[in-house]
């Protein structure tokens, strides 16, 4: 029985299961990340309670402020809002001439605003002149951030006395980039006294901003003309840095209140349990809506929601734990929108999905195209709303500005849980258990529709029972059994005719060497008979020689004797007698020698 064993492929089973230990990771990193929610996940100004300004910047001519000046406002209000002690808080600019300053969680709001709208101001401090000798022995070992105490020091001259400030290079042929300043006739004087004095000793001057020290450079040598050139190695962008802390002394900039809004804790916890709420209850409708229509697939939409929603959580709070993200009021407004437009897409992939049984497809089948299909016209649509989403992200501000980054956060996340968790868990679960089982997935409508057009491909019904199952399974794993044993057998018998070939080949072999070997024998043994042979009959001749010999001399012996008995005989007869018996003689004697 011969066997042909097909090329191997790839089970159709390992992406989908590969796509779910992913997901399920994700799942497990974002609930370490977001338990517990309420500690974890920032909450922002409307929510938590505290301070939001808008602040409008004029100059004195009342000329829209230019981006260098506004930018100089913006640290300076930075390093206010800082100062105050307060986390998450943000400073951004709004169009060409506003500010908005949020800080949730301030306990003073109107102290807050105050120190807020203070200008910034600028000073240039001996730093061997401060009393404290703590702060001064943090500044001499190059600290920056540290705050100086009022009344422990004398300013040299204030950020009024500057009148320009640019980037220029330490020297022709250094990398480095340096900032120098341009003084007035006031701070000159002032500057000129203070570097003589400082000069021989390399004494440090620190830049104060609003009381923080900047930075504290050395003084290299006198600088009588008011032209100052700070050095330091500094790169482009630590120069840059730089020259806006010292414009922010001389801004010629006015900050006025536009708008201002305290939000007190309670209010915003009011709001967040409103917006908690809404969002819990249309999560539960949404749910309930998908398993009274759509019954077991209603389950696997549900389960797609509750993993959207941890992988959307854990989002949040790795946002939250980088100062990224702070929930608002319309932030979970975008939550609630978002919840919809997960399960839209859900229905999109279901609908999709049946549709392709009603066509006439197995359902296996449909579990790949439909569900395919579906999920990329989800996507499709999902990356319209993206778009939209990042659009108010970018342009918009404040509340709006949180509604478009929970939006497209929710709407990554529902493409994520899409191909990673919907199609895979249907692609699974389609073969076998729904073709098993239509009626409770509720797809057993889409095939006996199928069944009356005459579309199906494949008759789908609900399956074997689980007993005639069971012996399917006993049967085929009987058969196969027995197709092992047969091929093992086979394999086994073929291996003993080939033992079986090569014996005889073995023994064919000997035996014509055994053949040849005694043909060898045969003629070695002739060649020795005949040698033999010939000795003997070279004896035997000899011996017949010497018997001939001796008879020779035997008979002439006997010749002789009778002769000279006939010589004798003759004498005795008488001569009548004596001549026949003579003649008699004769004839003897020639009789004998013939003979």
């Known amino acids: 029985m011969a066997r042909f064993e097909a090329k191997k492929k790839g089970s159709p089973r390992k992406i989908p299961i590969t796509l779910l230990i992913v997901v399920v990771a994700l799942a497990v990193f974002s609930i370490m990340m977001f338990m517990p929610p309420q500690e974890k996940i920032n909450m922002g100004l409307d929510i938590q309670g505290g301070v939001s300004v808008v602040m409008t910047a004029k100059t004195t001519s009342d000329e829209v402020p230019s981006s260098e000046q506004m930018e100089a406002a913006v640290a300076v209000l930075q ?36 120190t807020i709208g203070q200008v910034g101001y600028l000073e240039f401090v001996d730093v061997g002149e401060i009393t404290d000798e703590e702060t001064r022995s943090m ?54 006294e203070a570097t003589a004095e400082l000069a021989p000793t390399k004494g440090q ?131 609630v929108l978002t919840i919809g437009m997960a399960a839209d897409s859900s229905i999109l992939v279901i609908e999709r999905f049946r549709e392709e049984i009603r066509m006439g497809r197995t359902i296996k089948a449909s579990s790949k195209s439909g569900v395919h299909h579906g999920i990329m016209t989800s996507i499709d649509a999902d990356v319209v709303t993206l778009i939209t989403a990042l659009a ?81 399974e006993k049967e085929a794993a009987r058969a196969a059994k027995a197709d092992r044993a047969a091929w093992a057998a086979e394999k086994k018998a073929a291996k003993e005719k080939a033992a079986k070939e090569k014996a005889e080949k073995e023994a064919a072999e000997a035996a014509a060497k055994a053949a040849a070997e005694g043909e060898e024998i045969a003629e070695a043994a002739a060649d020795a008979v005949e040698a033999e042979a010939a000795d003997m009959a070279e004896s035997i001749t000899e011996d017949v020689a010497n018997v001939a010999d001796d008879a020779v001399e035997a008979a002439e012996e006997a010749v002789g004797d009778a002769a000279d008995a006939v010589e004798d005989a003759i004498e005795d007869i008488p001569a009548d007698e004596g001549g026949d018996a003579a003649g008699e003689g004769e004839d003897v004697k020639g009789g004998d020698q013939d003979a």
């Not at 980037?167 to 701070?187: M, Q």
């Open 79 to 114: 390093n206010r809002v800082n100062a105050l002690g307060a986390s998450e808080a943000t400073v951004q600019q709004q169009g060409t001439n506003q500010i908005l300053v949020q800080i949730p969680g301030i306990d003073d709001p109107q102290a807050a605003i105050e």
């Open 139 to 192: 500044i001499e070992q190059g600290y920056t951030g540290v705050t100086l105490e009022p009344g422990t020091y004398e300013p040299i001259f204030t950020g009024s006395s500057i009148t320009n400030v640019t980037i220029g290079k330490e020297s022709d042929v250094s990398a480095d980039y340096a900032v120098d300043l341009v003084l007035d006739s006031e701070g000159t004087a002032a500057f000129a």
């Open 205 to 335: 001057v620190a830049i104060v901003l609003d009381g923080v020290v900047q930075s504290a450079p050395a003084v290299q040598s006198e600088i009588p003309n008011g032209r100052v050139q700070i050095t330091g190695n500094y790169t482009l962008e630590e120069a840059q840095s730089l020259v806006t802390i010292l414009q922010s002394g001389s801004l010629p900039v006015t900050l006025e209140y536009s708008q201002s809004q305290v939000v007190g804790p309670t209010l915003g916890q009011d709001s967040l349990f409103a917006g908690l709420i809404s969002a819990l209850v249309g999560l539960i409708v949404v749910i309930l809506y998908l398993l009274f229509y759509y019954r077991g697939m209603g389950i696997l939409t549900a389960g797609a929601m509750l993993v959207f929603a941890i992988l959307y959580l854990g989002l949040l709070a790795t946002l939250s734990a980088m100062d990224l993200f702070s929930l608002s009021l319309a932030g979970i407004a975008g939550i």
């Open 392 to 472: 108010l992200f970018i342009l918009a501000a404040g509340s709006v500005k949180g509604f478009g980054l929970t939006l497209a956060l929710g709407i990554a996340c529902d493409i994520v849980t899409m191909l990673c968790f919907k199609g895979p868990i249907i692609r699974l679960l389609a073969p076998r258990v729904m073709q098993m089982h239509p009626g409770f997935w509720g797809l057993k409508g889409d095939v006996e529709e199928a069944e009356a057009n005459g579309d199906v491909v494949i008759k789908i019904d609900d399956g074997p029972s689980p007993r005639e199952k069971k012996k399917a």
